[in-house]
């Protein structure tokens, strides 16, 4: 990632951050981040991927080596596997951020700064997940047995960690176009012989949990924070004479 570009996440992730610590430190932040797709109303997507990833990698003699012989015999993506390169390399995820930072904080607006802290938190917590597991299954690459780090994808992860917030914050088109630049990534992974298929399919699967569950939490967060700064009470009592009744209502801020 170019230097210019690293360093402008760093700042807008302190600016974004600001809000989040101040209900949750740091350190409890992102280690309800890493446990988010674990939970009972996310572990669902976590658990599908993961199986279908186990599925893939006991049977790969039978499924993933056959597809990835036949992928870079044919090297169907071409010259588009250089995009796919590039946008696995948390290129469009820095530029989101980015952007939404830069509009949210001279537009004023909380809904842009929300998005940008989003996409940190997911990348992040969906990046150290994948690089702890590369380090602890040491699997070797397929195009280099000596390099034991294929699995799962890096590539994969942060591009469905991107296509993921996406799709949960901007609705289906833009999901759809970023869902596609995602696959793209992932596939020509296996188009370059960087990556099997259980590789990538475990990738997109910490990126796909964690974009979700991340985004689950942060809009249940700012629904609690809402509802407590502002609570209204309607009541009935009877009058001092007990003749009839009187209503009240209040509201706190």
Do not use: C
Not at 26 to 47: G, Q, W
Not at 180 to 191: E, G, K, P, Q
Not at 217 to 235: C, G, L, P, Q, W
């Amino acid at each position: 990632m170019k230097s210019w570009i690293r360093n402008a996440v760093i700042i807008l992730s302190l600016l974004t951050y600001s809000g989040s610590l101040r209900a949750e430190s740091l350190v409890e932040l992102e280690k309800n981040d890493l446990l988010s797709p674990f939970t009972k109303e996310n572990r669902a997507i976590f658990l599908t991927g993961a199986g279908l990833t186990i599925l893939l990698a006991v049977f790969e003699d039978q499924i993933s080596d056959p597809a990835q012989s036949v992928t870079i015999k044919r090297k169907p993506l071409g010259k588009w596997s250089a995009l796919g390169d590039y946008s696995g390399q948390i290129i469009p995820n820095a530029l989101y951020t980015i952007g939404m930072g830069a509009f949210g904080l001279l537009g004023k607006d909380e809904k842009s700064l929300k998005n940008a802290e989003l996409m940190i938190r997911a990348t992040t917590s969906a990046a150290i997940v994948s690089t702890a597991l590369k380090g602890i299954v040491r699997e070797p690459r397929p195009y280099d047995s000596s390099l034991k780090n294929s699995f799962p994808s890096g590539h994969s992860t942060t591009a469905f960690a991107f296509a993921s917030v996406v799709g949960a914050e901007h609705g289906v088109y833009w999901g759809g176009a970023a869902y596609t630049l995602a696959t793209l990534v992932a596939y020509s992974r296996m188009n370059d012989n960087r990556h099997l298929l259980h590789d990538v399919v475990g990738g997109a699967t910490i990126g796909l949990s964690y974009g979700l569950s991340v985004a689950r939490r942060m809009h249940s967060s700012d629904s609690e924070k809402t509802s407590s700064a502002s609570v209204s009470n309607f009541i009935v009592l009877p009058t001092e004479d007990v003749a009839g009744i009187a209503a009240a209502y209040s509201t706190t801020f």
